[in-house]
């Protein structure tokens, strides 16, 4: 069985920094993508960092280069680093994995695995 658990969340003033985690357990493939969406209230689920087991890696243009995704590949833990936080980044941020590693894209939703999800929360 396939868990994902994020941890890493909370709330921090705009300018500040955040790094989330996702520990992974149970995923057997060697071949991945996985990554981070987020979902703000009242939009739509976006992706916003994927890496592959090839190590190339995706992130939304939005993010003008504020966050870093990485991977621990002896720990089974992804992160995110996200620096220069806005109340924009406000929301509930999911990790998700997904076998499909050629198609590793922060346009392409459909993830195999998804963790619970971690709250981030921006102030002004």
């Known amino acids: 069985q396939v868990q994902l658990v994020e941890s890493g969340g909370g709330s921090v003033q705009a300018g500040g920094s955040l790094t989330l985690s996702c520990a992974v357990s149970?995923?057997?493939?060697?071949?991945?993508?996985m990554g981070w969406f987020r979902q703000a209230p009242g939009k739509e689920r976006e992706g916003i960092a994927l890496?592959?087991?090839?190590?190339?890696?995706d992130y939304a243009d939005s993010l003008e280069g504020r966050f870093t995704i990485s991977r621990d590949n002896a720990k089974n833990t992804l992160y995110l680093v996200m620096n220069r936080l806005k109340p924009e980044d406000t929301a509930m941020y999911y990790c998700?994995?997904?076998?499909?590693?050629?198609?590793?894209?922060?346009?392409?939703?459909?993830?195999?695995?998804w963790g619970k999800g971690t709250l981030v929360t921006i102030s002004s």
């Open positions: 998700a994995v997904d076998p499909r590693y050629l198609t590793c894209s922060v346009r392409n939703g459909g993830m195999d695995y």
């Open positions: 149970g995923y057997t493939y060697w071949r991945y993508c």
């Open positions: 890496i592959n087991s090839d190590g190339v890696r």
